[in-house]
Each structure stands twice: as structure tokens, then as C-alpha cells.
């Protein structure tokens, strides 16, 4: 059964924050995505291998609009969440509202609220440069 871009998503940000978590350890991404679907995804593996090649951008993206924090002092599933849905907007063709929405839909759940907050304001200000 095929899954819908939001569950895909979620199954993103699991696979990032896990990357996240213990890449000091040298884990392989390609290991990490077989562990979390069942079946090959381009869309996860794009958004998954974007990421991890354009952290350096995104994260200078992020820092740029947090008001005196930067990524890597949020928790690590928000920054999951807003890694992946900055490179959507800097990367992808799929609209910034979407991407805002689906991110803003993943704190909710994952997040707690200032975390939520930062990740709202973050991509308003990244679409507002646009």
C-alpha cells in the first residue's frame, strides 16, 4: 500500500533525526531509510540524501533568521523537521505552503510549542527573502 507524502515525510524526519543521533558513529544512511520503509521511496530518498548534502546551506539558512539561537540548540527532531522542510523550499518545486503546513503539522506532534513557534517564523522569514 502506497503512503501519502505527510506519512512520508514523518518517515523522513524519523530517518534524519536517527541520522542526527548517531552520526558520530558513522551510521549509513542507506541503512537507516531500510529500516524505517518498506519499500524503496524516491521521494524519501531525496529528501533524505538532500539534506545530509546541503546541511551546511540549510543550517546557515536556519541560523540566519533564529533570534539569537541557532539549530543545533533546538532538539533534535525540530531541527529534523526544519532541515527537511528548509531544503524542500531552497531545493525542491513543491509549493512553500505545503511544506510549511506539513512542517508546522510534524511539531505539533513531535515538538513542543517555542519549538513550533521557531520553526514557523524561521520558514515565514525563508519565504518572505524568496
Known sequence: MSKTRSELRRICMTILYQYDLFK??????????????DIDNDFVRDIVYGVVTHQKAIDEYANKYMNDWTIDRIEKIGASILRMAIFEIKFTDTPPI?????ALDLAKIYSDDNVRKI????LDKLIKED
Open 24 to 37: 558520530k558513529d558513522k551510521v549509513n544512511i542507506d541503512d537507516l531509510i531500510k529500516d524505517n520503509l
Open 119 to 122: 520553526i514557523n517564523a524561521v
Open 98 to 102: 505545503v511544506v510549511i503546513n506539513e
